[in-house]
């Protein structure tokens, strides 16, 4: 959890995200606060302070008549720009902000970070983030792999999927999390089923995996996983 702090100075926000001046490129080559993405049925908007090489310029969320400044790494090098929604999101009845953004790509990496803002009475935001922890740890003890019938099969719950590799042992997630919404009702994570050789921790990508965000009073948990083969 991470409350949004006050912008420490008046950065004039662009007016539209439409003015080439403060799309990404423009915010990279012009000194500019750029105008990302926005959520225009609920008055929200992602601005990035003016760029630095060192890319540690802040995030400002603007959600109605809240502004926030927030220290996220949301800029690669490929520059994908963030993705925004809002809705209830734990089913109490109050609309949630809900942020998604790549903080890591490349050759066998593509993570993104799901960010859910709530916003108190005061106007206050809070940032709860989908934890690292447990995409990268906990989600792969769920993992295992069999041989049956001289046929090797990658196992999640009831679900397996064959694969051709051999020598393979050590499960992990690898460097692969991806974040969706669906019909502006719902999140889901979608990631990658590794295997490693024992003597070494290269991950070998063997199958691809999905499940259902659950978030509630701050807390994330995913439920109905499911298994597919790796394309």
């Known amino acids: 959890m991470t409350k949004g ?24 080559h012009g000194g500019v606060v750029g105008f990302l993405v926005e959520a225009p049925e609920s008055g929200a908007a992602f601005y990035a302070a003016p760029y630095q090489a060192d890319g540690e310029g802040p995030a400002l969320i603007r959600w109605g008549d809240s502004l926030a400044e927030f220290d996220w790494d949301f800029l690669t090098p490929r520059t ?3 993705r925004m929604d809002c809705f209830d999101a734990d089913g109490d009845w109050e609309d949630e902000l809900i942020v998604i953004y790549y903080t890591g790509s490349g050759t066998g990496v593509s993570v993104e970070e799901l960010h859910i803002l709530e916003k108190g009475p005061d106007g206050t935001l809070t940032d709860y983030a989908f ?8 989600v792969p003890k769920l993992f295992g792999a069999a041989e049956l019938g001289g046929r090797t099969f990658a196992m999640l719950g009831h679900e397996l999927v064959e694969f051709s590799q051999e020598g393979l042992e ?22 990658a089923f590794c295997l490693s ?4 921790a290269a991950p070998c990508c063997v199958a691809e995996t999905s499940a259902a965000v659950l978030y509630r009073d701050g807390i994330f948990t995913l439920q109905d996983f499911h298994l ?3 394309d």
Do not use: C, H
Request: proline fraction near 16%.
């Open 228 to 230: 597919y083969s790796y």
């Open 131 to 138: 934890p690292e922890k447990l995409w990268q740890e906990e």
């Open 170 to 191: 050590k499960p992990s997630s690898g460097m692969i999390a991806g974040f969706s919404t669906e019909d502006w009702s719902g999140l889901r994570f979608r990631g």
């Open 197 to 200: 050789p024992p003597d070494s």
């Open 5 to 28: 702090r006050a912008p420490v100075e008046d950065y004039g926000l662009p007016p539209s995200p439409a003015d080439p001046r403060y799309n990404a490129d423009g915010w990279i």
């Open 80 to 82: 994908i720009l963030p």
